[in-house]
T-cell receptor, first 115, second 115 residues
Framework: AQSVSQHNHHVILSEAASLELGCNYS??????LFWYVQYPGQHLQLLLK??????LVKGIKGFEAEFIKSKFSFNLRKPSVQWSDTAEYFC?????????????FGKGTKLSVIP | NAGVMQNPRHLVRRRGQEARLRCSPM?????VYWYRQLPEEGLKFMVY????????ESGMPKERFSAEFPKEGPSILRIQQVVRGDSAAYFC?????????????FGPGTRLTVL
């Protein structure tokens, strides 16, 4: 079965710092990749997704992620974080084809941005 | 345009009682997914339902757990004879149809605490 690893449990940054959250998955086949965000007290929202094509994916709110197939990675980046980016971030994967609706999530990374 | 609704948001049960969690999908969505998030873990897929049909329950524990999505009304996740290990956040998601290109929209979750 596929699995997703997020390297950092909690990241603390000052405003305007750059952000990179690591995500690795284990599966040898074709996958689809997602980053979700959960702001305090809110539900999960999709930040960005990758299915195919350009491995650099742009999402909402200035986030982007790069799919590196050889490294089984899909790291999330943002050049300059804001206090409002404080949230928990989840990387997720689905398999292409049958069962493609089953999202497998990492454990999440809590991001705290200090004003 | 209301999003995915879940109720109750918080549910406390004593061991041996029954827990009923409700999920109303977004308007126009006929596909419902339930996920469970245990403490310090990522969300894990439990079951996928369409109206009046269970499509995939491969992630659901074999005993005490059941799910339905009737023709009318919300989807229900039912846990009989709850135990402390059932304490978790239960998230529902919906999509307009299945397939990898259809985003799953998540509800706010129900946090179940078993005393």
């Amino acid at each position: 079965a596929q699995s997703v690893s997020q390297h950092n449990h909690h990241v603390i940054l000052s405003e305007a710092a750059s952000l990179e959250l690591g995500c690795n998955y284990s599966y040898g086949g074709t996958v689809n990749l997602f980053w979700y965000v959960q702001y305090p007290g809110q539900h999960l929202q999709l930040l960005l997704k990758y299915f195919s094509g350009d491995p650099l994916v742009k999402g909402i709110k200035g986030f982007e992620a790069e799919f590196i197939k050889s490294k089984f990675s899909f790291n999330l980046r943002k050049p300059s974080v804001q206090w409002s980016d404080t949230a928990e971030y989840f990387c997720a994967v689905t398999l292409s084809g049958a069962g493609s609706y089953q999202l497998t999530f990492g454990k999440g990374t809590k991001l705290s941005v200090i004003p | 345009n209301a999003g995915v609704m879940q109720n109750p948001r918080h549910l406390v049960r004593r061991r041996g009682q029954e827990a009923r969690l409700r999920c109303s999908p977004m308007k126009g969505h006929s596909h419902v997914y339930w996920y469970r998030q245990l403490p310090e873990e990522g969300l894990k897929f439990m079951v996928y339902l369409q109206k009046e049909n269970i499509i995939d329950e491969s992630g659901m524990p074999k005993e005490r757990f059941s799910a339905e999505f009737p023709k009318e009304g919300p989807s229900i996740l039912r846990i009989q004879q709850v135990v402390r290990g059932d304490s978790a956040a239960y998230f529902c998601a919906s999509s307009p149809s299945t397939g990898v290109h259809n985003e799953q929209f998540f509800g706010p979750g129900t946090r179940l605490t078993v005393l």
